[in-house]
């Protein structure tokens, strides 16, 4: 698995070790310390949570964790910004679906 551009969370150094976690049912594979949302689309998902009123899919925006447009629900840990939180092993991440709780 050739290492393509990524997302690292400040003070992570890059690594060659992947790590694998669920997202929405899907087993999907990241770098160590590579941000969620970052693994996430490199496996050609765009949907990061739906909308509470209309069900309208939400994905990665700006990129700085102020929008929180890329909110997901991480098992055990409640509602994070994706883009700000780095992918672990064994991670379980939901579409947040307007929940908010911790």
Given at each position: ?102
């Amino acid at each position: 698995m050739s290492q393509p551009s990524v997302r690292l969370i400040e003070g992570v150094r890059p690594s060659d070790e992947t790590v694998s976690f669920m997202f929405e049912g899907e087993k999907l594979t990241g770098w160590k310390g590579e941000a969620i949302a970052s693994a996430v689309m490199r496996a050609g998902l765009r949907t990061l949570r739906r909308t509470r009123i209309g069900d309208e899919p939400r994905g990665y925006y700006c990129g700085m964790g102020l929008c929180w447009e890329c909110a997901v629900h991480v098992e055990g840990q409640g509602v994070v910004r994706s883009c700000s939180e780095p992918v672990r092993e064994g991670l379980v991440i939901s579409f947040a679906d307007g929940r908010w709780d911790k």
